[in-house]
Nanobody
Framework: QVQLVESGGGLVQPGGSLRLSCAMS????????IGWFRQAPGKEREGISC????????YYVDSLKARFTISRDNAHDRLYLQMNGLKPEDTAVYYC??????????????????WGQGTQVTVSS
């Protein structure tokens, strides 16, 4: 079955960097769109970035595009999110997600079929 396990969260000072990792298993990444989302306390879950199943095309929400980078390691079935210049408002639980969709695009809305358990990122001095 599809499994997604996030890691790499933690406490970081403003301006710092973190790289989140998502271990993916139980599916062929070429047949799925995969993405990163986050949810801050009291707020709705929001999309950050996604990667299409075909071609691995990447998409970002405009507000985070300059600081966050999505990447994939097919050899190790891992999805990454590199986060630079972190701000206190980036504090949230971060999730990776997968959706059965073998297209050249991917959705940034929370319409995915499978979700990891999340990893907490706290940006504070």
């Amino acid at each position: 079955q599809v499994q997604l396990v996030e890691s790499g969260g933690g406490l970081v000072q403003p301006g710092g960097s973190l790289r989140l990792s998502c271990a993916m298993s139980g599916f062929r990444v070429n047949d799925y769109a995969i993405g990163w989302f986050r949810q801050a306390p009291g707020k709705e879950r929001e999309g950050i970035s996604c990667m299409s199943g075909r071609h691995g095309s990447t998409y970002y929400v405009d507000s985070l595009k300059a600081r966050f980078t999505i990447s994939r390691d097919n050899a190790h079935d891992r999805l990454y999110l590199q986060m630079n210049g972190l701000k206190p408002e980036d504090t949230a639980v971060y999730y990776c997600a997968a959706k059965k969709q073998s297209l050249f695009t991917c959705p940034l809305g929370p319409v995915y079929d499978y979700w990891g358990q999340g990893t907490q990122v706290t940006v504070s001095s």
